[in-house]
């Protein structure tokens, strides 16, 4: 009940609120103001995907050696299964490089996605409770993956110095693998607001990555199935528009020589586009659901 000193429209929380120069918290601020204060907290990107990674492994004996063992292991799972019992391995040289930049591409994308679409939803009690960047989150799963790509990429390099040798081509790994990341913040941003608010994607996600993998060339040379299989003109246009499929080729023409003779045409063009479309859309559509992220 309102007291003589205070007016009886004080008591509307909106008036209050005016009165006080107070704002509603979980406001969607502007485009620009949300990007600078994402910039804002950089480092605490970096230190919970530091903190991710060693929770990560902190539980195994070998440690952060898995981060090594990991993707070996799936490359020899792979190498067995579609090199050596389906043949995928003939007229390829350098098989084992092959398959692993492939491999290592594809997961990095895989990873971020998945891992992405969970973000929010495993730290909805920091989400109530602090006032940040929502974006914070799944930037700090791309970081984290990105720091496996970058060990993994340190193995290839070693396995191709010593198959295929070292060559001035291995600059162009760096604008591919930024190129590939600007591309993975966009998607991951996408899945962890769909993620939110549709809990089923984590069930689906696994069955689109698959027929993803199957599809991106990673088993065998893409401009030669292309070139060999009579499939509508669609499917293979299509096909050549895959963004894993650029990223994969870049990767594997800035290391392997051989590659160089067989590559998919545009893939620069195809890698760049998708990286910067991807990466805006991403944020928008991320930064639109702002003030909706945490609410019961």
């Given at each position: ?31 620009d103001s949300y990007l600078r204060e994402l910039w804002s907290r950089r480092q605490f990107v970096l230190s ?216 998919l045409p545009n893939a620069w063009k195809i890698a760049i586009v998708w990286s910067f479309v991807m990466l ?17």
């Amino acid at each position: 009940m309102p007291t003589a000193a205070e007016p009886t429209g004080a008591t509307d929380p909106a008036a209050l609120a005016e009165r006080y120069g107070l704002s509603q918290s979980s406001i969607r601020p502007p485009l620009d103001s949300y990007l600078r204060e994402l910039w804002s907290r950089r480092q605490f990107v970096l230190s919970y995907a530091r903190a991710r990674t060693y929770a990560m492994y902190a539980g195994a004996r070998l440690g952060s050696l898995w981060q090594v063992l990991t993707p070996l292991l799936n490359a020899a799972v792979y190498y067995l299964a579609f090199g050596v019992l389906l043949g995928t391995k003939n007229g390829i040289d350098n098989y084992v490089a092959f398959l692993l930049s492939g491999i290592f591409v594809f997961t990095f994308t895989q990873r971020c996605m998945t891992e992405g679409s969970r973000s929010l939803a495993l730290n909805l009690s920091l989400i109530r409770t602090l006032h940040f960047p929502r974006a914070t989150l799944p930037l700090a799963y791309v970081v984290n993956e990105l720091n496996q790509m970058l060990v993994s990429l340190g193995l290839l390099f070693v396995i191709v110095g010593f198959t295929d040798g070292v060559t001035w081509r291995w600059v162009f790994v760096a604008p591919a693998m930024l190129l590939q990341t600007m591309f993975n913040i966009g998607i991951t941003l996408v899945c962890a607001r769909v993620g939110t608010f549709v809990s089923d994607i984590s069930q689906l996600l696994p069955f689109v990555t698959r027929t993803w993998l199957y599809a991106s060339g990673i088993f065998f040379s893409l401009p030669a199935k292309l070139d060999q299989v009579d499939a509508p003109s669609w499917v293979v246009k299509v096909l050549a528009l895959n963004p894993i499929s650029a990223y994969i080729d870049i990767f594997r023409r800035s290391l392997l020589a051989e590659h160089e003779a067989n590559q998919l045409p545009n893939a620069w063009k195809i890698a760049i586009v998708w990286s910067f479309v991807m990466l805006a859309a991403g944020l928008v559509y991320f930064w639109r659901a702002e003030d909706r992220y945490g609410r019961g």
